[in-house]
T-cell receptor, first 114, second 111 residues
Framework: KAGVTQTPRYLIKTRGQQVTLSCSPISGHRSVSWYQQTPGQGLQFLFEYFSETQRNKGNFPGRFSGRQFSNSRSEMNVSTLELGDSALYLC?????????????FGSGTRLTVV | SQQGEEDPQALSIQEGENATMNCSYKTSINNLQWYRQNSGRGLVHLIL?????REKHSGRLRVTLDTSKKSSSLLITASRAADTASYFC???????????FGKGTRLSVIA
């Protein structure tokens, strides 16, 4: 079966712009989680969506938002981009997002803010 | 906030040697997982160990969990150059809490 698909793979944006990243989970997976990965901070949890509802949220400013559609596809949006938002953004899907489930990750979107 | 913390941050070994990575965490967990990431790519699941288990094996991988010390170790035996990657531990607590990752150990296996 198809894996987790993230688009685009690479993005270059200018400070102050906004960006939307997309994630298509594995068929049948209803939970989608987003992570930001930077060399200094490692993987930091952004938010998790289940059945179109944000169920968990990490410690990120309101400029970071997301949503999930009825087909479980998810998007995340970052507004008013800052240089520090440059990172690899990873999404992961799982069946229900409950404890003990294996996450399947996409290849990530590499965002560079200049 | 970061739950797991891997040690060492970086490890370099010769092909054929064993590699051991450690993970310590701060609060009670239900499960602990190890993932691998090749340079700049997504993470791949390696093994999951539940809080009531002490040891699990999968091929050349051996994971131990000591809940009294809040620590886990990942052993890769007879390492290969293809094992070169970053390795992360991740923990979850009760309910629908998210999977929280450490900062990872960067393993280099030299042929």
């Amino acid at each position: 079966k198809a894996g987790v698909t993230q688009t685009p793979r690479y993005l270059i944006k200018t400070r102050g712009q906004q960006v939307t990243l997309s994630c298509s989970p594995i068929s049948g997976h209803r939970s989608v989680s987003w992570y930001q990965q930077t060399p200094g901070q490692g993987l930091q949890f952004l938010f998790e969506y289940f059945s179109e509802t944000q169920r968990n949220k990490g410690n990120f400013p309101g400029r970071f938002s997301g949503r999930q559609f009825s087909n479980s596809r998810s998007e995340m949006n970052v507004s008013t981009l800052e240089l520090g938002d440059s990172a690899l953004y990873l999404c992961a899907s799982s069946l229900a997002g409950t404890g003990g489930e294996v996450y399947t990750f996409g290849s990530g979107t590499r965002l560079t803010v200049v | 906030s970061q739950q797991g913390e891997e040690d060492p941050q970086a490890l370099s070994i010769q092909e054929g040697e064993n590699a051991t990575m450690n993970c310590s965490y701060k609060t009670s967990i239900n499960n602990l997982q190890w993932y691998r990431q090749n340079s700049g790519r997504g993470l791949v699941h390696l093994i999951l160990i539940r809080s009531n288990e002490r040891e699990k094996h999968s091929g050349r991988l051996r994971v131990t969990l000591d809940t009294s010390k809040k620590s886990s170790s990942l052993l890769i035996t007879a390492s290969r150059a293809a094992d070169t990657a970053s390795y992360f531990c991740a923990t979850d607590a009760s309910g629908n809490t998210p999977l929280v990752f450490g900062k990872g150990t960067r393993l280099s296996v030299i042929a």
